[in-house]
Each structure stands twice: as structure tokens, then as C-alpha cells.
T-cell receptor, first 110, second 114 residues
Framework: SQQGEEDPQALSIQEGENATMNCSYKTSINNLQWYRQNSGRGLVHLILIRSNEREKHSGRLRVTLDTSKKSSSLLITASRAADTASYFCATGEYGNKLVFGAGTILRVKS | DTAVSQTPKYLVTQMGNDKSIKCEQNLGHDTMYWYKQDSKKFLKIMFSYNNKELIINETVPNRFSPKSPDKAHLNLHINSLELGDSAVYFC?????????????FGQGTRLTVV
């Protein structure tokens, strides 16, 4: 079964704007990861945040994790057309499997 | 150099046939996985191998049989293909398992059963 929900399902913004995607999950986790998938391609790892961390940055990406609410958010600042892709959160669970959310389709218009 | 490579990229076959998808990683990782992405883009783990040993078999039909000849390879054989097997199959690898670290994915194999 899927771990949880991602919100929104789809997001369309103008180049230069910020994009925020949210993810909720259901069980205890060791880490939460964000991946990007360009159309017709494989998944590319973006960032991993551990359960004892609250915020993490990588370039234009900012991820937060609230374990009390079982939720995470991914913020992409100053978006570019090349950021157009599907974004998935995945929880790294004991038992060595990633449990993925349903994904958010991001479209950045130039 | 491609870190995780799968072949073929596209596979179109008739119901009832048997087919294989191959996967190789050159990252030196000890754990490999097969994930399935359905038409709604839901991704779900199928199998996980650590150093050639099966760790996870996520209620996958017996028609699916993974084989890991060494820790750099994890192949997927599917018997008696059904229409519902149509999906994109992703191979992935990690060092030490995704409970602690990220996974590296291949480009996917789009399987279409007609």
C-alpha cells in the first residue's frame, strides 16, 4: 500500500516563482527522501532528511520534516523551466524499502 | 558511465510469453531492488537483494522471479505474462539499504503486454 499523500497532485507556476510540495506519511520512519522524475526517465535522488532532523537545504531546495505531524515539505526556490518534472517523497523504512507517495507533477512555465 | 543500467528500455510482448529484464550497477553497492511503476505513476517495491540474498519479496506473484548472479546484477524474469503486468519496471541500488541512504535508479523498462 502507498505510504501517504502528496499535495498538490499538480502544480503550475511561472519561472522564477517558488514551488512548495507537501507529503504526509503514516508510519514511523528512519528517513524521508525526495526524488525527481522527468518524463519517461528514471528517478533522481534530490535530498534525504533523517528522522532527527527538522530542515535541510541543498542548493535551491529546502526540505522540512515534522515527525509529530508525519509530514514533510519540499520547497524549490526561483524555479526554472528545467524543474518541470514529477516529484516524489519516499520514506526509508526499516526492512530496507522505500515507500513512495503518489507524486506531484510540477510544470514551470517560461 | 551509467551507474544503474537496465535492458531493454522498451519491451512489447504477447500475453503468455516469458521475458527477462536485466540490471547492472557499477556503483559497488551491496543492495539492489526492483520497483514497479503503474499507469498512475504509483511506485512500489517488488524485491530487494542484499549481497545476492533476497531480503524483500513484497507479495509479488510467483510468475516474477528475480535472480542475482552477483551483487552487481539483479535480473527479473517474468513467466506467463498478463495484461496487468504492463508497467514501467525500475531497477535501483543503494549501499547499505534505503533505511539509511538514498537509492540510485535505472532509466526503467517499459513493458507492454498485448
Amino acid at each position: 500500500s502507498q505510504q501517504g499523500e502528496e499535495d498538490p497532485q499538480a502544480l503550475s507556476i511561472q519561472e522564477g516563482e517558488n514551488a512548495t510540495m507537501n507529503c504526509s506519511y503514516k508510519t514511523s520512519i528512519n528517513n524521508l527522501q525526495w526524488y525527481r522524475q522527468n518524463s519517461g526517465r528514471g528517478l533522481v535522488h534530490l535530498i534525504l532528511i533523517r528522522s532527527n532532523e527538522r530542515e535541510k537545504h541543498s542548493g535551491r531546495l529546502r526540505v522540512t520534516l515534522d515527525t509529530s505531524k508525519k509530514s514533510s515539505s519540499l520547497l524549490i526556490t526561483a524555479s526554472r523551466a528545467a524543474d518541470t518534472a514529477s516529484y516524489f517523497c519516499a520514506t526509508g523504512e526499516y526492512g530496507n524499502k522505500l515507500v513512495f507517495g503518489a507524486g506531484t507533477i510540477l510544470r514551470v512555465k517560461s | 558511465d551509467t551507474a544503474v543500467s537496465q535492458t531493454p528500455k522498451y519491451l512489447v510482448t504477447q500475453m503468455g510469453n516469458d521475458k527477462s529484464i536485466k540490471c547492472e550497477q557499477n556503483l559497488g553497492h551491496d543492495t539492489m531492488y526492483w520497483y514497479k511503476q503503474d499507469s498512475k505513476k504509483f511506485l512500489k517495491i517488488m524485491f530487494s537483494y542484499n549481497n545476492k540474498e533476497l531480503i524483500i519479496n513484497e507479495t509479488v506473484p510467483n510468475r516474477f522471479s528475480p535472480k542475482s548472479p552477483d551483487k552487481a546484477h539483479l535480473n527479473l524474469h517474468i513467466n506467463s505474462l498478463e495484461l496487468g503486468d504492463s508497467a514501467v519496471y525500475f531497477c535501483a541500488s543503494s549501499q547499505g539499504g534505503t533505511v539509511n541512504t538514498e537509492a540510485f535508479f535505472g532509466q526503467g523498462t517499459r513493458l507492454t503486454v498485448v
